[in-house]
């Protein structure tokens, strides 16, 4: 395999090893191109790889600046152009296929090129670069240097393509936009001038797009003052209001995915839409193609195409998208046809021809390349077989002499021969991959996915890889897998911070042992497993970025470990610390990698933030806390970015990787370099992996981004390094024989997982969906497969669950009743009205929120006793600071205002007082003008525009509505009717809170009052209701959430003890009460003879029973005196009793309705204060939307101002912008014209010369014979005929293109064919006969000049021509600018006369009266009793009369207004004719005063003046002609004149250089002894100066006395003058 170019880093070497690139292999993420008609490139990370197609055969070129960026071939010259990506790129062209640098083209991009294009003939190369410049950039690169250059911000670029047909049209296309750039050149200079294309909409239509700048029809809006562009609406007055368009405005085009050129120079252009728009090249107009649908329509899956890219070709288009095909579009007129023309497995990025149009590349999104061949028989062959994505991760097949294996992102796994990197056998898995690791003890390879499992495959046989066993260790992603130096233990690192051990062998299954648990950051695992020990020690580097430290946990695994697993793990999986001696280690620094040593208990690390290699001794004596390691060895590692350390097989070479890129071998012990390559760049992030063999041979490095894969190998190999490796090879070899023969044996009889994998088709099948809209990937998992260290967890947790199952139970039930509680009350919610339904939120209960809402929520109500009245107040917040400090500040301003017009006043009536007695009428006009002014500053209502003062809010400080004209004035003004709708809603709110606390007050008194009818009621024994009036909730709605003692239904849950201890208290106190009662006889005498009182209270007299005697159980009859009188008595007693319960009862009642009416007067008399606080809040509220009426008209008008002056900003730097953009069309046309005047007079110099050289040919040989000079003659007029190549008939049938027209080298070669063709007639057999060998020569070399001096005058024509059309071109665009101009000017004028006339025309606000009387309770309409009933005529008689009363006095007062109006007439009239006598004393003095000269004077008295003006005529007439020779002949002296001097002025130019070379060292001295004069005589200098002022000065006084006394003499000279006009004109009288 051939390499175009090796590079080696130095002289890093010891005993002469060094290393250098075999191969490189990696897939194209870019577009592949042709070099030539048999060989593709396409780059790769550093390298551009070259493949021949017929022999499959690779060359690589190495970028000698990192990676590469960009590629383009120009097939004529056989070029290769590419860029790097360093900071300030460069682009390299190399020639193929020497593979030699033809020249480096440097600009001034900054960061990178996005994309290269070579013109399809010359020597032409246009390069674009996205941020930050953005700039488009012409080339010729064989003269390395920039034609031509355009910034272009913001224009992100996708595709960029020279015109086939002419090399001056170039297309830059990107999913929103495509623009043709046109390449002007003027003499040797070059222009950009872009043009964009305009797209239609995405149903295929077309927009009409109005003039954003100038709109012309924009409505008129009387009222509301001007109507201005969206863009001033905006405010923006830049750039972009030249394309600003409101969102609603705003409608979709389509999307351009690709373009191709056609052989007419139009361009079909391809949309994500699935159409197909045809553009014109010239006029770019755009044409909808119409798709013809066949009769048998394509499947559903394939009616919408979206074309990725299109190629041309004869018969029409060839198109592919995201489904696998290719189409062809037949294209006939403005329609098209699609048929099927090719099918691939993958979607097609990339199609192009090869240069004789025979083949046809096609690259897929995976990278693969195919070529189909025409012909007969057309063929498909594969040529790059692509895997799916980059590299993750490489590793040796043990030995790794013959194989390798590679793993990508997708699954894919691959196997290669290391010899010419040929794909022997592929797996896919199916599943996102991260890691893998091949065993050194059998022939086998571990494979970690995201999904935490662990794929093994056995590559036994390389051919056909199977995966023999799937381990599912978590559910976190598997970051590391490693094996030890012996392959006994496999050692997996998760992304949760667990490092699982597996047995290796497969002959065990492999067995997973256990975990141990490690910090979560991983970075890296080292394994030491040693020939002549049995365990294996273990590291783990893992970060602390919080602490800024690293930590190391180093762990020791016997090798007889997975026949005692059980004892070293617990229950849930994991190793005992204990046992497996795990210690921690901490640095200082943080290191991104590390590696333990084969000898002496070193540990070496990478450090990430420095550029160092350090090693670490390890302790002798165990402990048991953390350990903090220190650097024993520190050596600069000459790498930059954090890097990775390996060791060898043998453990003495140091391999170390970073992010710059450079892999470097180093001595285990000196820490020295005696190997290093730069395979890799930092642009592509460096180096992600390294393996090496076991011998120490092969390196295989991996690219980080760039997706390289570089193969590594020795040269001039040899001496003690190689011995030592090979030595421990064998050893290595001969120690794992017995287990790799028998673990491949065992792996050699192991069936086939059946998991879910996929050969290579079923693959590609599954990924490339054949639906064209979107891929669909159904994947079903029918049984969800557990973890292993959850299955641990799970039997671990089963154990514990049955302890603790009753109290889980309970709390479940407990959650579930919870949760059905909430789940009612939110169905309850969602079946209530919107406007009482809660949200979801409100559900939770977040004390602090409900306060805070409370707290912002200051609205109160207040309600009526018994009428259905509701008052509100005003909710209002707190002014800011920065309000109060803006109110303050107007306030003094208006405070300062009043004073200085006070002032004023002042001084204006003390002025007046001192004029009172000369103007006494003056007086009663300013007395007027004082009281419209005291009037002005107190307005009524229905000019001050509200209601305002009814609340005592002061409007003394507001400006008249008549004199808002300034922005401050306005805004001042808002901010006073802001303070007053403050102070009317504070007003109003003071009355509220006074009218709430009356209600508090009254509620308070009924309640008293109630108190009282409670008890007359009960005396009474009514059943009357108490009316208690209460706040409601709408009223007190903070009490809602407030929980009264009485809603609680549920019984406070008392403790037992706390119970037992009440329950004891209270019959502790009984028993004391009762010793108490027991011991009181008074008391006790009391209730059985009083009933416990000592005195009866009125108030039970009601309840008072006298008893009856107890004879009167007995009859009448054998009652006794005694008794009979007791009964009197007892009658007696009653009648009193019943006596004083009638007065008392009837005090009572009395009582009772004396409360009852009193609380009714007091409720109702607060219902009419409420009632009358309800029309005070209609009223406040009229006001407050008066006073904010008011604000929103002066922010109206403050909004319009904006617009205004941001419209008129706007025109003046788009005036501005303009003016500039006419002075550089003007320096263009200007510096046009001047070249073209130059190149024109040149041109015709040449033509003169090619004229003189014909007229001259008989001249110089004149000494022949006349026939032989006629012959002569012939023959140098005579001109070759330059035969045109004819390309063969298939070509040209199948070339769309044809023939190239011509271009600057193309031209260059055919005057090189013409000359060969002038070799041909210079022949000494083309020599007539008779002639003189040297007189042939001479005419040969007279007749080769003639041609060459014809060829410069057709290039300078062609130039001039060329010229020309620029300067036209030139001049057009400055009349279009100047156009622009005018119409800004016009436009401008117009802007001021609105602005003008809205800053006149004032919006003012009157109150006015209404006309009409509400009616109250329809009375009047339905009272009929004092009405009388009368004919209707006598209505309509008394309104015909008040009607024509009212007519004539309209006539009356329009006969009025007709009079004033002819008055005003007749005064307008009788002004004018005052003016006109005026003007016409004024042209009679005019006559009087008139000079009559002495032509006036002839023309007067001559009689036939026109013949003797005639006569003077013809005289003059001669005497121009006599001139005008005269001045030719001056002319022609001139020029000669001109001439010399000339050749004078070459002379002097000359003498000027010398004398300016001598002037420089002359002004090195004068400057050195002016130095030395200022260091020396700045005193001299000082007195000097003083010289020359003083000169000066009487200078000056010298021209001041001759200038007076030439005054004086001139007026002398103008009396004397006067004196003699008018002696000789006397001076007419004056009418």
Excluded at 1043 to 1062: C, F, G, L, R, S
């Amino acid at each position: 395999m051939a390499q175009g170019r090796e590079r080696d880093e130095g002289p890093h070497s010891a005993g002469g090893a060094s290393l250098s690139v075999r191969w490189v292999q990696g897939f194209p993420k870019q577009n592949v191109h042709f070099v030539n008609d048999n060989t593709i490139c396409y780059p790769c990370g550093n390298y551009v790889i070259f493949i021949n197609i017929e022999t499959k055969e690779k060359t690589v070129l190495q970028c000698s600046n990192g990676i590469v960026g960009v590629v383009a071939t120009n097939i004529p010259c056989e070029v290769v152009a590419f860029s790097d990506r360093k900071l300030k790129p460069l682009i390299y062209i190399y020639s193929f296929p020497g593979l030699t640098r033809r020249t480096k083209l440097k600009g001034n991009i900054l960061l990178d090129y996005t994309l290269l294009s070579f013109s399809y003939c010359g020597t032409y190369l246009a390069s674009y670069s996205s941020l930050p410049e953005f700039e488009l950039a012409l080339w010729n690169w064989e003269s390395s240097i920039i034609l031509c250059k355009k910034s272009q911000p913001g224009m992100d670029v996708n595709q960029m393509s020279f015109n086939p047909m002419n090399w001056r049209q170039l297309c830059l296309s990107s999913p929103s936009t495509v623009s043709v750039w046109t390449i002007e050149r003027s003499n040797q200079e070059h222009y950009f001038r872009a043009r964009s294309v305009k797209l239609p909409l995405e149903d295929g239509s077309f927009f009409n797009e109005t003039d954003v700048v100038f709109p012309q029809s924009l409505p008129k809006d009387l009222i509301y003052g001007p109507v201005l562009p969206l863009s001033a609406i905006a405010g923006l007055v830049g750039e972009e209001a030249e394309t600003f368009r409101p969102k609603d405005d705003l409608y979709p085009l389509l999307h351009p995915t690709m373009h191709c050129w056609t052989p007419t120079s139009d361009l079909y252009i391809g949309c994500e839409e699935g159409h197909l728009l045809m553009v014109n090249g010239d006029t770019l107009k755009v044409t909808v193609l119409n798709k013809i649908e066949e009769e048998s329509p394509l499947e559903d899956r394939r009616n919408f195409i979206s074309p990725v890219t299109l190629v041309y070709q004869k018969e029409g288009v060839l198109a592919s998208g995201i489904d696998g095909f290719v189409y062809s579009f037949i294209i006939k007129d403005r329609s098209y046809m699609i048929e099927d023309f090719l099918e691939i497995e993958r979607p097609v990025e990339h199609m192009t021809f090869s240069p004789n149009y025979t083949m046809l590349l096609i690259q897929t999104d995976k990278g693969s390349v195919y070529i189909y061949t025409f012909g007969k028989e057309p063929t498909l062959n594969k040529v790059l077989d692509a895997c799916d994505g980059k590299f993750q991760a490489i590793d040796f097949i043990t030995p790794g002499t013959q194989h390798f294996m590679t793993l990508t992102h997708s699954g894919e796994i691959c196997v290669w021969w290391l010899e010419d990197c040929a794909c022997v056998s592929k797996i896919y898995l199916n599943t996102p991959a991260t890691v893998l690791a091949c065993c050194p003890s059998s022939l086998s390879a571990a494979v970690g996915t995201e999904g935490g499992s662990v794929y093994f495959i056995s590559v036994y046989d390389k051919e056909s890889p199977q995966v023999v066993h799937k381990a599912f260790l978590s559910e976190s992603s598997v970051q590391h897998v490693v094996y030890d130096q012996q392959g006994i233990f496999l050692l997996v690192g998760t992304s949760e911070g667990k490092v699982f051990i597996i047995n290796a062998n497969s002959s065990s299954s492999f067995q997973i042992i256990g975990f141990t648990e490690v910090a979560k950051d991983i970075l890296q695992i080292s394994t030491v497993s040693l020939l002549e020990t049995d365990i294996v020690e273990v590291m783990v580097l893992s970060s602390l970025p919080e602490a800024g430290r690293s930590r190391l946990e180093m762990f020791t695994l016997p090798a007889l470990l997975p026949q005692v697993s059980t004892t070293f793990a617990d229950e849930r999986g994991r190793l005992k610390d204990e046992i497996i001696h795990k210690y921690l280690y901490e640095l200082e620094h943080t290191l991104s990698s590390a590696i333990l040593g084969f000898q002496s208990n070193q540990i070496y690390g990478f450090c990430s933030q420095v550029p160092y290699i350090c090693s670490y001794l390890l302790p002798k004596e165990e402990h048991t806390n953390i350990y903090i390691l220190k650097p024993y060895k520190k050596v600069q590692s000459r790498q930059y970015g954090p890097g990775m350390l390996y060791l060898s097989s043998h453990g003495l070479w140091l391999i170390t990787i970073a992010k710059c890129g450079i892999l470097c071998i180093r001595d285990i012990y000196t820490l020295e370099t005696f190997a290093r390559c730069r395979s890799h760049s930092h642009q592509g992030h460096g180096i992600q992996s390294m393996r090496i063999s076991m011998d120490g041979q092969n390196i295989l490095v991996n690219g980080r981004d760039d997706g390289t894969l570089v193969y590594l190998k020795w040269k001039r190999f040899g001496g003690h390094l190689a011995s030592e490796i090979l030595d421990y090879y064998q050893k290595l070899l001969i120690s794992l024989s017995s287990t790799m023969d028998k673990e491949n044996h065992y792996l050699s009889t192991t069936p086939k997982v059946s998991v879910d994998l996929g050969s290579d088709s079923e693959h590609t099948k599954q990924k490339a969906s054949t639906d064209s809209s979107q891929d669909e990937l159904v994947l079903t998992d029918v049984k969800k497969e557990i973890p292993w260290i959850q299955q641990k967890s799970q039997e671990a947790i089963k154990k514990e669950v049955n302890l603790f199952s009753k109290k889980r139970k309970e709390i479940k039930q407990g959650i579930k009743s919870l949760s059905k509680t909430i789940l009612n009350m939110m169905e309850e919610n969602d079946k209530l009205e919107n406007i009482a339904k809660l949200d979801q939120q409100e559900f939770g209960l977040d004390l602090e929120e409900l306060e805070r809402l409370h707290d912002e929520s200051q609205e109160e109500v207040a309600k009526c006793f018994h009428i259905p009245c509701v008052v509100e107040n005003f909710p209002m917040k707190a002014r800011t600071v920065e309000e109060l400090k803006e109110l303050e500040r107007v306030l003094q301003q208006k405070k300062i205002e009043a004073e200085c017009l006070k002032l004023r006043k002042e001084i204006v009536e003390a002025q007046s007082g001192v004029m009172l007695v000369k103007q006494r009428h003056e007086e009663d006009d300013e007395e007027e003008e004082e009281d419209k002014t005291v009037k002005y500053s107190n307005l009524p209502n229905y000019l001050l525009g509200s209601l305002s003062t009814d609340f005592g809010v002061d409007t003394s400080l507001l400006s008249s509505q008549l004199e808002l004209h300034s922005r401050e004035e306005k805004i001042n003004q808002i901010i006073l009717l802001k303070d007053i709708i403050y102070k009317v809603k504070t007003a109003f709110n003071n009355e509220f809170d006074a009218a709430y606390k009356q209600k508090e007050f009254e509620i308070a008194r009924v309640k008293e009052r109630n108190v009282r009818i409670r008890e007359i009621i009960l005396d009474l024994e009514l059943e009357e209701a108490v009316w208690q009036p209460e706040f409601e909730d709408c009223e007190t709605p903070e009490r809602t959430l407030v929980v009264q003692d009485e809603e609680i239904t549920a019984h406070k849950h008392i403790k037992p003890w706390h119970k037992a201890k009440e329950e004891l208290i209270m019959n502790h106190e009984a028993e004391h009460w009762l010793l108490i009662q027991g011991a009181s006889t008074r008391l006790r005498a009391l209730m059985d003879m009083m009933g416990g009182v000592l005195e009866v209270k009125k108030e039970d007299i009601l309840r008072m029973v006298i008893p009856q005697p107890a004879f009167m159980a007995k009859p009448d009859a054998v009652w006794t005196e005694e008794e009979r009188k007791q009964f009197k008595d007892y009658e007696k007693k009653v009648k009193e009793l019943n006596e004083e319960r009638d007065k008392y009862r009837k005090s009572l009642e009395a009582e009772l309705k004396k409360l009852q009416n009193s609380i009714q007067e007091s409720t109702q008399a607060f219902d009419e204060h409420l009632k009358r606080l309800f029309e005070r809040r209609v009223k406040a509220e009229m006001v407050t939307n008066q006073e904010e009426l008011k604000i929103s008209n002066l922010a109206f008008s403050l909004l319009l101002d904006e617009e205004l002056s941001s419209r008129e900003k706007f025109l003046n730097n788009y005036l501005i912008r303009k003016q500039h953009e006419k002075s550089q069309t003007s320096e263009a046309v200007r510096k046009s014209r001047e070249d073209l005047d130059v190149y024109k007079e040149h041109y015709d110099n040449l033509l003169a010369e090619d004229k003189v050289m014909d007229r001259s040919f008989k001249k110089e040989f004149s000494e022949i014979p006349g026939h032989q000079v006629d012959i002569l003659y012939k023959l140098f007029k005579r001109r070759p005929r330059i035969s045109k190549q004819k390309t063969h008939s298939e070509t040209t049938s199948v070339v769309p293109f044809g023939e190239l027209p011509g271009s600057d080298k193309l031209n260059k070669d055919a005057f090189a064919q013409l000359m060969k063709a002038m070799d041909e007639l210079d022949n000494i057999s083309n020599m007539p006969e008779g002639l003189d060998p040297l007189v042939w020569n001479h005419f040969c070399m007279t007749r080769r000049a003639k041609v060459e001096n014809e060829q410069k005058v057709k290039q300078k024509a062609a130039d001039l021509l060329e010229m020309a059309t620029f300067l036209r071109k030139r001049v057009e665009e400055e009349e279009k600018v100047q156009q622009e101009i005018e119409r800004v000017f016009h436009e401008l004028i117009l802007l001021q006369e609105e602005k003008v006339r809205f800053q006149l025309n004032l919006t003012i606000q009157i109150l006015l009266k209404q006309g009409q009387v509400e009616l109250e309770n329809f009375q009047l309409v339905l009272e009929y009793s004092d009405a009388i009933l009368i004919n209707k005529s006598i209505i309509e008689d008394l309104n015909s009369v008040i009607r024509t009363q009212g007519q004539k006095k309209v006539a009356s007062m329009m006969e009025s207004k007709d009079v004033h109006k002819r008055i005003l007439q007749i005064e307008w009239e009788h002004k004018k004719m005052e003016m006109e006598r005026e003007d016409l004393n004024q042209k009679a003095w005019d006559i009087q005063m008139l000079f009559f000269s002495r032509d006036r004077q002839k023309y007067l008295n001559e009689p036939n003046y026109e013949a003797l003006i005639s006569i003077q005529i013809g005289i003059m007439e001669q005497t121009i002609a006599v001139l005008d020779k005269t001045h030719k002949k001056n002319v022609e002296n001139c020029k000669k004149l001109l001439k010399k001097l000339g050749k004078f002025s070459n002379q002097k130019d000359i003498a000027n250089y010398t004398l300016s070379c001598n002037l420089r060292e002359e002004l090195v001295a004068v400057s050195e002894r002016k130095d030395i004069c200022n260091a020396m005589g700045s005193k001299l200098t000082c007195e000097k100066i003083v010289k020359e002022r003083y000169e000066n000065m009487m200078q000056q006084q010298k021209l001041t006395n001759i200038s007076k006394q030439q005054a004086e003499q001139i007026s002398v000279l103008q009396t004397e003058v006067e004196r003699l006009r008018m002696k000789t004109f006397p001076a007419l009288v004056q009418m």
